[in-house]
């Protein structure tokens, strides 16, 4: 699956095994080979009934068959066995709701043998955005699936594990206007079995887990073309069909490229790319048929900005390196989650990079690793490879562990051993687990046999241990650079000894005058060696920003680093030092006085991202440390030294680069924030030309000062600028339009407007898929949370029932913004009793940010207050 990128997902503590939990799983005994299924929705009533015969082997005698189920309702139930008497078995069923399970008796042991279940059930079109669910336009119901993790069983009755594959043919009948997609290419339509249906039948599936089963009806139209010889289609509902042509040109570049990246052809027979009304992820990867989010895979291949383009490109990319890693070779369970996720992850922007290098992706991948390395340092963290065994462990593994941190480290791998090499290694571990499943050792031990590098000892320290390596570097000795090694933690409260006592095996570029010197650090040593002919103290610990950790220098090495910063370094490594700097402040280990002198010695970088690394710190520096009379002093600050950048800048040119397109939107941004008068009325003005009722034909409208001035204009717009957003987050017909404007409704800072926007939640007047993220920016932000938090508790049932699974962990790890003692005991008081589904681990991480920003207040004001002195003029 694909995150939803304006929510970094961010939960996770240890879990521990429960001996109930693993009662969950079926049994070894029965193993299912293939599946064939004909289902009748009614999109009307939002009920289907089901027919299947599920081909099992068993392998030693039984009375009876358990397997999963959830929400289904059974008609009856027989086994069919040759040469046994009677042939025909009918069983009786019982179901456990709880464990989502239903078990079959028969009236006498079966044998140990293959023979057939025939089932027949019905069950019910939820519209919780999962199993088989309702997804609705203004116009009409449609009918769609989304199975990961476990919710197949809401579907039709199956053995839902991952490690049971088997094959399928699948059936649907359905309203003869109507169509189906599903994983495999049509092979039959035909009226009936009556008047106004029909019934289409798909080929017969590869091996596959269940979680990737895919089905969708409605009247879906798709633009087509072709790769490798494999038909590629992109479909919407009718009226945005004119917006999948991006998509499919993406789609086309990429499997063309995947198929020389992995040296082996894509594997089914086409594919399809569905964007979806309603729905709870980013994307999903269902082998063949990978569905959508409208934001994700819709944008106009012309006018469409490159934003959206590029959050499209990476979708696309992500959910199609799934269709190897993943669908192909499948995790063995739900513990190698990030086998999966973390290989995508990493895998998302290297073709697309490849295709629009323009787009910077290496400085994206710097911003990102910088994310991952903090959402892992704090306390709660949990490791790579974590037991999960209920369907809620199951769904809190979904997170910026498996995702983020899984793939920096195969990040790391690849930059270590050399891409050819890594890629080698990549083709062999997938060429020995074609259609079936793999767990992390097969991963490594694939890279360490084609590599002869202790590829296993690097990724095992890094997979089975959590948190972040801190590197301490001294002064160079004759041997070589001194570090030692601890664990990192983004807080100042003395953590356990034993944690911090934690070693890795970890691959060190240290980038020198010369080539870079790159060495395995065991957990034993203690010295980089380097060659003696190098001038040093001047070297960076992080060579091209790929290593999982963060660096400490000593005084000496960290002047030298920062004197040659603005030439030496390249964008990522910058945005990496900026991060390193900036956790080093929240850890207690830096000042901030030291990191905001970093700042003004990188201003001038003509880099959009480093920029943006800069726009985000300072604006926790803002909200985290800063008292109301500093943050005036500090908004000064930044008006003093930016402004000037902002003006060098000039006007919009024809044909700019993107980078200097974005880098005048950020400036423009932080000097709207800082609250520079110029800038707020050309904010104002530039918002009144964007919503003209001609403005598609101001042709001197820059779209990302367009975007940076209507976020600049709601923080204190009024209720027309509301307004107008409010009628484009509703009418407009470009999903990503709508999105952009339905994220700006919360930036406004007016009480009633706040209110308005809480109340429209409330009221269900947004899709599901989209409240969660509304709610976040309103408790993220200093202006809004404590009018939201009074809100959402006054409002509660109101508000719960408009969440998904997703967004309702979102909401609670959006309260980890949250920086006083009083509001942690308020978010703990409150969520102990009124619970939220799957969000366990979100809550001790909200708490556990909470603690931290309340120290990093009390440690660093001093500090800061006394660098505003110092810079005051
Ligand atoms: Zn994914």
Known sequence: MSFRNTVLAITAILLTANLAAHAQRLSANVHPEHYSLSLTPDLLTATFSGEETIDVTLDAPAQTITLNAAEIEFQSVRAIISDFSPKIQVAEVALDPVKEQATFTFGRELPAAKFSLAIRFSGILNNKLRGFYLSKTKLRNYAVTQFESTDARRAFPCFDEPALKATFDISLTVDAADTVISNTNLIDAHSGPVAGKHTLRFATTPKMSTYLVAFLVGDFKCTEGKSDGVPIRACSTPDKVQLTKFALESAKYVLHYYDNYFGIKYPMPKLDMVALPDFEAGAMENFGCITYRETDLLTDLKTGDIPAKKRVAVVVAHEMAHQWFGDMVTMQWWDNLWLNEGFATWMETKPVAEWRPEWNFTQDDAQTLDDTLNLDAQRTTRTIRATANTPDEINEMFDGIAYGKAGAVIGMVENYLGKETFRQGVHNYLQAHLYANATAEDFWNAQTANSHQPVDKIMASFITQPGVPLLTFS??????????????????????????????????????????????????????????????????????????????????????????????????????????????????????????????ALKQDPNATVLDSVHQQLQKVSSEIATDQDRARLDAIIRREFGPVYAALGAPAKDESYDRQQLRGILFEMLGEAHDPTTLAKAQMLAVRVFAADNKKDKTLDPTLSDAAVLVSAADGNAALYEKLLAVSQNSANPGEKSDALRALPRFHDPVLIQRTLDYVAAGKIRNQDSGAVLDVLLRHRETRDQAWDYIRANWDKVHAQLTVSSGTDLVAATGNFCSVQQREEVSGFFATHPVEASKRALAKAVDGINDCVQLRSLQQPDLNYWLERNAN
């Not at 040093?536 to 910063?565: C, D, H, T």
């Open 475 to 600: 002064e160079r000795k004759a041997t070589g650079v001194p570090v030692e090694q601890s664990r990192f933690f983004l807080s100042a409260t003395a953590s356990d000894q034993n944690q911090q006592d934690q070693r890795w095996t970890v691959p060190v570029c240290l980038k020198t005058s010369a080539a870079p010197v790159c060495r395995i650090l065991t957990p034993e040593d203690s010295t980089i060696p380097i060659p003696v002919d190098l001038a040093l103290p001047a070297f960076y610990a992080n060579a091209a920003a790929k290593g999982y950790y963060r660096a400490l220098y000593s005084p000496l090495q960290y002047q030298a680093i920062v004197a040659k910063a603005e030439t030496a370094l390249t964008p990522p490594e910058k945005i990496n030092l900026l991060g390193d700097r900036w956790a080093l402040v929240r850890s207690g280990l830096g000042k901030v006085g030291d990191y905001l002198d970093l700042v003004l």
